[in-house]
């Protein structure tokens, strides 16, 4: 039977299984210790494959989300101002 190009792309990324279930591995542990120390070597494995910014794109990317936080919070702060005031007018009307 013909494979789907689905099928092939699936086979050609690790850690995913194929739709047709070829190539699954063993069974699952079923003890509780058994699963954490899977989990947990998983974990590590993951872990190794991450990229951590360095220093200076941390510092940078903070001060991106602090200046954006804050002109957030200046425009709500302006259209609540706003608002109260025309309630206000609109009530004492």
């Keep these: 039977?013909?494979?789907?190009?689905k099928d092939r792309l699936?086979?050609?990324l690790p850690g995913t299984r194929t739709a047709?279930?070829?190539g699954?591995?063993?069974?699952?542990p079923?003890?509780?210790?058994?699963r954490v120390t899977g989990?947990?070597?998983?974990?590590?494995?993951?872990?190794k494959k991450v990229t951590w910014p360095g220093r200076k794109e941390t510092v940078s990317s903070t001060a991106v989300?602090?200046?954006?936080?804050?002109?957030?919070?200046?425009?709500?702060g302006l259209v609540d101002f706003a608002l109260g005031r025309i309630t206000q007018s609109i009530?004492?009307?």
Excluded: C, D, H, N
């Design 1 to 5: 039977m013909a494979k789907t190009i």
């Design 10 to 12: 699936m086979e050609r």
């Design 20 to 22: 047709s279930g070829e």
């Design 24 to 28: 699954r591995g063993a069974a699952a």
């Design 30 to 34: 079923s003890g509780l210790v058994p």
């Design 39 to 47: 989990y947990y070597q998983e974990w590590i494995t993951e872990m």
């Design 65 to 76: 989300v602090i200046v954006t936080v804050l002109i957030i919070v200046a425009f709500l």
């Design 91 to 93: 009530l004492s009307f």
